[in-house]
């Protein structure tokens, strides 16, 4: 008897106040139950919960209708869960930012209707190897979008016309060989653009509209330098100041344009803004006789630009990138 009254005392494994930790951040309450060996989300966490730290857990799938009752919940961070699989059956009207980074995550739902508020959406460090064409309808808030290091080959046309208002997107790190030609078709606040590691050899015509766009980066692609490069060669020499080359560890803000990064895999590592195009038909279906003696040199002072940075509690990781 005394046993038993024993264990009744005893504090259950998983009542959230003994498993997570609870703190105040600005006005969000956060809860943190990062790797507490959890398979499924703790039965009492507060219903005023804000930010939810899940990560390093063994969730394996994870349900947004597990979560409908939050209705403050506005960051959720289910990195590095061992998840294979996300269900959207439930909506979560506030969450704004949702980590789902270092995952196992063959294929993504489509997230709109579940996730009207979302503004940042980390997927980097899955296994995703595709993407379905309305995986980002009713996305009309993102701002930044995170894919890199998944098993990327091709991306759907029209992937991100529902996201006008998006600044970042990171794509490096895939497989990708080629790119739609209308991709950034409409993002006029996109500032970021990751496109490096992957197996690209040309740009399709027109790629980059009128964007301006301050960080891109591009290097450590297949590029193919031929008369289908032209556009891409040309947009390099009138963007030099806004190719980089990306080191790990440093702010995009304080690193040093490096246009050169950007090589001929068919030319022995020329730069791609070099590529003489000989031969080559023109705009106007003469013949383009350009040299490398005539391509001016590319500018290496900073031109000063200016973009958003998100100063909320989101983590991003670039460690792997």
Not at 14 to 27: A, E, F, G, M
Not at 36 to 51: F, N, Q, R, S, V
Not at 276 to 291: I, L, N, R, V
């Amino acid at each position: 008897m005394a046993l038993l009254i024993l264990l009744f005392l005893l504090p259950s494994p998983l009542h959230s106040q003994h498993t997570c930790s609870i703190s105040k951040v600005t006005s969000l309450l956060e809860v943190n139950c990062e790797n507490k060996k959890l398979t499924a989300l703790p039965a009492d966490l507060p219903a005023d919960t804000g930010i939810l730290h899940l990560g390093e857990n063994q969730l394996g799938t994870f349900s947004t209708a597990s979560l409908v009752h939050f209705t403050h919940l506005t960051y959720l961070y289910l990195d590095r869960c061992e998840l294979t699989s996300l269900q959207t059956n439930g909506k979560l009207i506030k969450l704004e930012n949702l980590d789902l980074s270092h995952n196992n995550l063959k294929s993504l739902p489509s997230l709109g209707w579940a996730l009207p508020a979302l503004t940042t959406l980390d997927v980097s460090f899955n296994k995703l190897g595709s993407l379905s064409p309305g995986v980002l309808d009713g996305l009309s808030q993102l701002q930044e979008l995170y894919l890199q290091n998944n098993d990327l080959k091709s991306l759907p046309p029209g992937l991100l016309l529902p996201t006008t208002k998006l600044k970042k997107l990171n794509l490096a790190n895939n497989k990708l060989r080629e790119l739609p030609s209308g991709l950034l078709d409409g993002l006029e606040d996109l500032d970021t653009l990751y496109l490096q590691r992957n197996w690209l050899r040309t740009i399709p015509k027109g790629f980059f509209g009128t964007l301006l766009l301050p960080f891109v980066f591009l290097h450590a692609n297949s590029w193919y330098c031929d008369c289908e490069i032209l556009y891409f060669r040309h947009w390099l020499q009138e963007n030099a100041n806004n190719v980089y080359l990306w080191k790990q560890g440093v702010d995009v803000k304080d690193t040093t344009p490096n246009v050169a990064s950007v090589r001929c895999a068919n030319l022995d590592n020329a730069p791609v803004y070099s590529y003489p195009g000989k031969g080559c038909p023109t705009s106007s279906g003469d013949t383009d006789y350009d040299d490398y003696d005539d391509i001016p040199d590319v500018p290496t002072t900073r031109t000063e630009v200016k973009f958003s940075t998100n100063t909320k509690v989101h983590t991003t990781h670039w460690s792997l990138l």
